[in-house]
């Protein structure tokens, strides 16, 4: 599996110290590869009757394919942009086989085309740099929608094309239904466990405690109002089971008043102080809403439990078409995503409506768990 296979190909918005860094540093290296090539290019071109341009055309060539992938890298380093490297392949024969392939090769004029525009780009971007180191305020909330621009641009143009942007998104979408499946089967067999541990021995106490009611009816009074006492404190264990049950399916609270109103519930329940805040209309679906319900509640629960923390905070909001689930805690960190724990256990309910959990959690803490949830599929 590649990179590429791996991550989403979509521009997140970066973050706005290194997005600051980028808009800084990247214009001296967008001068110096602009005018490389565009000198290389008309040295080229102009010296090719006479043969000498041909190998200047070759080492520019050569020097676009490389440029290109060092502005892959150092966006993905800087701007969180998902550029996985150029799949380029290997072409054998000689010295003019190899260049005639690199002409014909679509990224090659794609990786010209970045270089080219971003000098231009590169100019406005270290103004709005420049500027954002003196106004804070527009540091925080204006250089992060520039980084994010600069990096769709560079997604669009320095990423793969949109065949392989489809194959990537049909294997991603295949790999979430695998996921969403096993989710649900894991769900079914724990309803079913819970049913036949607690509500289903609970009935069979009733029936059997009525049964033996009903062969003392006329002979023993006494015993006969004790077994129904009896049979009727399992009956209403039994209806408190299965609605705590039907709570754990679909909470009447999330339906009835929404995200906000639930959530507010679950931080009530917690051991651990809980700052909750919900901002998503308009409402979403009710498929993510019950993804998000269940997100926030398994990690306080873990949280209460594994992270020593005093404290937790709880944002959802709207993000264009998306759901945004972040709960962060103060605890000692060190969470992962590991196959088989609870964390991977909520990245696959996220992932049956291709959601995408993510976890930091250095040693020390803060612990962030971030799902990003679409509201269409």
């Known amino acids: ?50 043969w000498v341009g041909i190998p200047i055309l070759m080492a520019t060539t050569s020097l676009v394919r490389g440029a290109g992938n060092l502005e892959r890298r150092y966006v993905r380093r800087m701007l969180d942009t998902p ?17 005639r392939y690199r002409l014909v090769d679509p990224t090659t004029w794609r990786d010209l085309g970045y270089l080219l525009v971003s000098l231009p780009l590169s100019v406005v971007e270290f103004a709005i740099g420049l500027a954002s180191v003196i106004l804070l305020p527009m540091a925080i909330w204006v250089a992060p ?17 949109r065949a392989k942007r489809l194959e990537v998104k049909a294997q991603h979408l295949q790999a979430s239904r695998a996921r969403g499946v096993d989710a649900a ?7 079913e466990r819970d049913l036949h541990d607690g509500a289903q021995q609970r009935l069979v106490s009733v029936a059997m405690s009525l049964g033996r009611a009903r062969t003392k009816f006329d002979r023993d009074p006494d015993a006969v109002r004790e077994l129904i006492a009896e049979a009727h404190t399992d009956a209403k264990l039994a209806v408190s089971e299965l609605r705590d049950l039907a709570r754990g399916i679909y909470p009447a609270v999330l339906g009835d008043r929404g995200l906000d109103a639930a959530l507010s519930a ?10 909750v805040r919900v901002d998503v209309d308009p409402r979403p679906p009710a498929a993510v809403e019950s993804t998000a319900y269940f997100i926030v509640g398994e990690t306080l629960t873990n949280v209460a439990k594994h ?19 972040e709960i962060t805690d103060n605890g000692h960190g060190g969470a992962e995503l590991r196959p088989g724990g609870g964390l991977a256990g909520l990245a696959d309910r996220a992932a049956t409506i291709d959601g995408v959990l993510t976890v930091v959690s250095p040693a020390g803490g803060p612990t962030v768990v971030r799902a990003d949830l679409p509201c269409a599929w």
């Open 1 to 50: 599996m590649t990179g590429m296979d791996r991550v989403p190909l979509e521009q997140p918005r970066p973050r706005a110290v290194r997005t600051i860094v980028y808009q800084v540093t990247a214009a001296a290296l967008h001068l110096a590869e602009f005018v490389l090539i565009v000198t290389a290019l008309l040295v080229g071109l102009g010296t090719v009757v006479i």
């Open 83 to 99: 550029l996985p490297p150029a799949e380029r392949a290997p072409v054998d024969g000689g010295v003019l086989r190899r260049w």
């Open 145 to 161: 929608w520039v980084g994010w621009a600069r990096g769709s641009l560079a997604l669009a143009l320095l990423g793969p094309n």
């Open 185 to 191: 089967e894991a769900e079914r067999r724990r309803i």
């Open 266 to 275: 679950q931080a009530a329940k917690s051991p651990v102080k809980v700052d």
């Open 307 to 325: 992270s020593g923390a005093t404290e937790a905070a709880v944002k959802v909001w709207r993000a264009d078409e998306k759901v945004i689930v």
